[in-house]
């Protein structure tokens, strides 16, 4: 579904992976984009937390390197091409507007339920709980100074509590892995 310069539906990709909220996502600069993209840098958002660096899915890492290639640094990151001329206080708006209605386009076409762009970080939040990611690290990618507001509104419970139990029983059954995925070996 994703089409050679869908720089939008690349920004969805992106929110699923990374968790960032869609202002954050279409507020992006080519010059966020560091270390041959496998760094994204959030330089300010909606809370102090916000500002953060943000671990890229090497899977992901080619296709913003492509999209990024030979642009100027201060262009943004998604572009898009507005249904008409905006006002340019207006154009964050514009593109996070844009953001979903690529986003019902995709689910219309994989026919699954549309979702709202916000969505898709509890999915993220979701799947690296749900994966192992430890309650700080998944805050923290979040932007969350704590996970009781990342718990609260964005994990799905069962997830949340299926991790938990299987993270006891590893280390019930001496099966744990004794490092696992933590703030310091996410950002360092």
Aim: positive net charge.
């Amino acid at each position: 579904m994703l089409r050679a310069g869908d720089s939008v539906a690349l920004a969805a990709a992106t929110m699923v992976l990374t968790g960032l909220r869609p202002g954050e996502i279409m507020g992006l600069k080519v010059r966020d984009c560091d270390d041959g993209a496998a760094v994204i840098w959030v330089e300010a958002g909606k809370t102090d937390a916000a500002r953060r660096a943000i671990e890229v899915a090497a899977e992901l890492q080619p296709f913003l390197v492509g999209l990024a290639a030979n642009r100027p640094a201060f262009d943004s990151l998604f572009e898009h091409r507005p249904r008409r001329k905006r006002a340019s206080r207006d154009q964050l708006k514009s593109r996070t507007d844009a953001l979903l209605r690529r986003l019902r386009k995709l689910c219309a076409e994989a026919k699954v339920p549309a979702v709202v762009p916000h969505s898709l970080r509890g999915l993220h939040a979701t799947l690296a709980s749900g994966f192992g990611a430890t309650s700080h690290v998944v805050a923290a990618a979040l932007g969350h100074t704590s996970f009781a507001v990342t718990a609260r509104h964005y994990v799905d419970r069962d997830t949340l509590e299926r991790a938990r139990s299987r993270r006891s029983r590893e280390v019930l059954s001496g099966n744990c892995d004794p490092k696992p995925v933590t703030a310091a070996a996410k950002t360092g």
